[in-house]
């Protein structure tokens, strides 16, 4: 089965490392235009260098609303339009209990997790989305779907993220709404817990092996595609098979 996305123009953001590149890599692979977000330019150029076929970068904090909407805004100026949002970018700041959590680094997670992607979302369909249907990707967690120490912040947002997807779908349809809740993945963002967790998880894994940003971005490729046009509203986990033995 032959998937494409030729024709079509994606914006990613977090899209200069880690799962967000892979995306934008894999998408851009399938013939889509795509522009890649983050906070550093000089690692989104470097990111866009390794990648085929046609992209542009603009640096710009996710959790700055008015960022995204001048990145949305210059997707379609520069590409003529926008048909697919992929709302990647996170932080986790904190890592301890939810009750220990402070004010500051509990606004910023949501800041970024969950405020942003609202507004980015809010941009997209506002500029694009409204008069030509497109597609949303959130990119939430498995963590969002179950109680966890040390990452109860975090996963708030990622549960939000969940909903968030199921109500946008119901609200701004035939715009696809979709999401997808990686476990665990070897990048950078999941460092300490791959350095300090993951050979053990991975032997309890039915695949044996921890996840690569690859594994996540061919199922947003497909989420993203014409292959996919009869889906919105739900959020695909993609863990190893963590959530069938209880090792996640």
Request: with cysteine; hydrophobic share 45%; net charge negative.
């Amino acid at each position: 089965m032959e998937i494409s996305l030729e024709g079509k123009v994606a914006l990613v953001t977090g899209a200069s490392k880690g799962i967000g590149k892979a995306i934008a890599a894999e998408m851009s692979a399938a013939g889509a235009k795509v522009m890649l977000s983050s906070r550093k330019q000089d690692q989104l150029e470097a990111a866009a260098g390794e990648m085929a076929g046609e992209t542009e970068v603009y640096a710009a904090n996710a959790g700055d609303l008015d960022a995204a909407a001048a990145c949305v805004a210059a997707t379609i100026e520069r590409f003529g339009g926008l048909d697919i949002l992929v709302n990647n970018a996170a932080t986790n700041p904190y890592y301890g209990a939810t009750l220990g959590v402070d004010p500051a680094r509990y606004d910023k997670t949501f800041q970024v997790n969950l405020r942003g992607p609202l507004f980015w979302c809010q941009a997209a369909h506002e500029q694009a989305f409204a008069a030509k249907p497109g597609t949303i990707i959130n990119i939430a967690s498995v963590g969002g779907l179950r109680a966890e120490n040390g990452l109860g912040v975090y996963n708030l947002t990622k549960a939000a993220m969940i909903h968030l997807t199921r109500q946008l779908a119901g609200e701004i349809g035939p715009t696809r709404v979709v999401g997808i809740a990686p476990g665990l993945v070897q990048t950078d963002f999941a460092a300490h817990l791959v350095d300090n967790f993951g050979d053990a998880l991975a032997a309890r894994l039915p695949l044996k092996r921890l996840g690569d940003p690859e594994d996540i971005a061919n199922l947003a490729v497909f989420l993203a595609s014409d292959r996919a046009s009869w889906i919105t509203g739900e959020t695909y986990v993609i863990d190893g098979g963590a959530g069938v033995t209880g090792s996640g």
